[in-house]
């Protein structure tokens, strides 16, 4: 278990996500891969809050992982390309993640919201640290 910081500081966020994406990557027969789908998600979201803490911006409590990193841009943080793939993630913090008539995600998709998950923290981690 990470060591906890406070909890507006955006070393402790990052411990979040971090936790959301091992969570992502615990596979088990009895898993949807919506369910893990949406721990990339917030896992990612988690990590884009943390930038936003770190740079003493005020994020809004939405899971629209576009609208956040939208903001960021507008705050002058460049947001590369690969990044900008966690908005398909958004999809995961609502629609999947009840029952309901979408069809069930793929182990592509699974794999590649993970990856996308990883991505978002591993750039968060590097904003933080510096």
């Known amino acids: 278990m990470p060591e906890r910081s406070l909890p507006d500081t955006p070393e402790e966020w990052l411990n979040r996500a971090q936790s959301s994406l091992a969570l992502a990557k615990m596979k088990s027969r009895k898993v949807y891969y919506e369910d893990l789908c949406f721990q990339a998600q917030q896992a990612a979201e988690k990590a884009i809050k943390a930038v ?73 981690e590097r904003i933080i640290q510096g």
């Open 52 to 124: 936003f803490i770190s740079r003493k911006i005020v994020f809004p409590y939405i899971h629209d992982s576009t609208a956040l990193l939208t903001q960021l841009e507008q705050e002058g943080i460049l947001i590369p390309e690969e990044i900008k793939k966690a908005s398909i993630l958004t999809l995961y913090a609502s629609q999947t993640r009840y029952p309901g008539p979408q069809p069930p995600i793929s182990k592509k998709e699974y794999q590649d919201a993970l990856r996308i998950a990883e991505s978002v923290t591993g750039w968060a």
